[in-house]
T-cell receptor, first 115, second 116 residues
Framework: AQSVTQLDSQVPVFEEAPVELRCNYSSSVSVYLFWYVQYPNQGLQLLLKYLSGSTLVKGINGFEAEFNKSQTSFHLRKPSVHISDTAEYFCAVSDLPGGYQKVTFGTGTKLQVIP | SAVISQKPSRDICQRGTSLTIQCQVDSQVTMMFWYRQQPGQSLTLIATANQGSEATYESGFVIDKFPISRPNLTFSTLTVSNMSPEDSSIYLC?????????????FGPGTRLTVL
């Protein structure tokens, strides 16, 4: 069965500093990985996704993530954060493309950007 | 990408009553899902809404408590029945189009439910 572990429940970081949000996954077959962001009082918005190809994936708002198969990780990074990045970030895994499947979400990491 | 709207955006309800949440998508989608996000927790899939047939429920969720309808490819409802304070949560509608094989799930803004 697939699962996702987000190691940090909260990450405080100063504005303009770099940040890394960690995500590890387990899956029995080929994986498809996602990062979603949830701003306060809003639904989830897709940040980026890894389906195949280059292991470095660039998303919206300057975020990027690197798929590391040997370490079963998909960490999210941003070189310089802004106050507006304060939100909760969810890593998710889906085993197969298309068709019926269940996407499994991690428990989320709250990013707090400090002015 | 799909644009999803939910009604109501929030509600405060009394114990023992029921609330129906609507989800409307701006385009036809193959698959619609309902998730629950309890305070301080991640998303939990309640069920997959199937057009023209009964929804497929995940373990721990039953039709009597969470009846779901999906009359067409752009609309679905989730009812939270006989509510208790433990049902206080954010309920999210989500869609994907497996025909397009995009693999992306899009989410509505959520319905924030408080049960007193």
């Amino acid at each position: 069965a697939q699962s996702v572990t987000q190691l940090d429940s909260q990450v405080p970081v100063f504005e303009e500093a770099p940040v890394e949000l960690r995500c590890n996954y387990s899956s029995s077959v080929s994986v498809y990985l996602f990062w979603y962001v949830q701003y306060p009082n809003q639904g989830l918005q897709l940040l980026l996704k890894y389906l195949s190809g280059s292991t470095l994936v660039k998303g919206i708002n300057g975020f990027e993530a690197e798929f590391n198969k040997s370490q079963t990780s998909f960490h999210l990074r941003k070189p310089s954060v802004h106050i507006s990045d304060t939100a909760e970030y969810f890593c998710a895994v889906s085993d197969l493309p298309g068709g019926y499947q269940k996407v499994t979400f991690g428990t989320g990491t709250k990013l707090q950007v400090i002015p | 990408s799909a644009v999803i709207s939910q009604k109501p955006s929030r509600d405060i309800c009394q114990r023992g009553t029921s609330l129906t949440i609507q989800c409307q998508v701006d385009s036809q989608v193959t698959m619609m899902f309902w998730y629950r996000q309890q305070p301080g927790q991640s998303l939990t899939l309640i069920a997959t809404a199937n057009q023209g047939s009964e929804a497929t429920y995940e373990s721990g969720f039953v039709i009597d408590k969470f009846p779901i309808s999906r009359p067409n490819l752009t609309f679905s409802t989730l009812t939270v029945s006989n509510m208790s304070p433990e049902d206080s949560s954010i309920y999210l509608c989500s869609v994907r189009n497996s025909v397009a094989r995009t693999d992306t799930q899009y989410f509505g803004p959520g319905t924030r439910l408080t049960v007193l």
